[in-house]
């Protein structure tokens, strides 16, 4: 672009202005900042900020005068509050399931040491004596006999 006119130049960076500022950017990542402008008119930055200072100007007198943020940005800024909820809500089950491993682990180290004291304990008892039944004087229907 740095062949043609100047009015042609300067029709392209009031034409970009207007697509920055509806939030319809065409050529650039739709920020209201001079690079973006730049960018949207297709135009080497230096222009704006040495040959065209007064469009710069009048960019900024105008981003200045908007009250509202560009659709892109808007949109931009919703999902960023939505990422930073999830975040939040992770970070905190992250926070339980963590809390719930470490309850785990002392219950496990206290099964364990019970365990190895039941084995020992086992271990040392020797034999296993069997326990007798006594026996009744009933018959196996559970009626009592007579003496």
Do not use: C
């Amino acid at each position: 672009m740095s062949g043609q006119p100047d009015e042609n130049v300067r029709r392209a960076i009031r034409d970009a202005m207007d697509r920055l500022i509806a939030g319809k950017p065409l050529h650039s990542d739709g920020k209201l900042t001079v690079k973006s402008l730049a960018q949207e008119a297709q135009i080497k930055r230096w222009l704006l900020t040495h040959r065209h200072t007064d469009l710069q100007a009048e960019f900024r007198a105008r981003i200045a005068n908007t009250d509202t943020e560009p659709p892109a940005i808007r949109g931009l800024q919703k999902e960023k509050a939505k990422a930073a909820k999830k975040v939040k809500a992770l970070t905190a089950d992250v926070t339980a399931l963590t809390a719930t491993i470490h309850q785990l682990e002392r219950v496990i180290q206290v099964l364990a040491l019970e365990n190895h004291e039941l084995r020992s304990d086992q271990a040392g008892a020797g034999a296993v004596v069997p326990i007798r039944r006594r026996h009744h004087a009933s018959d196996r229907s559970g009626v009592p006999l007579a003496d």
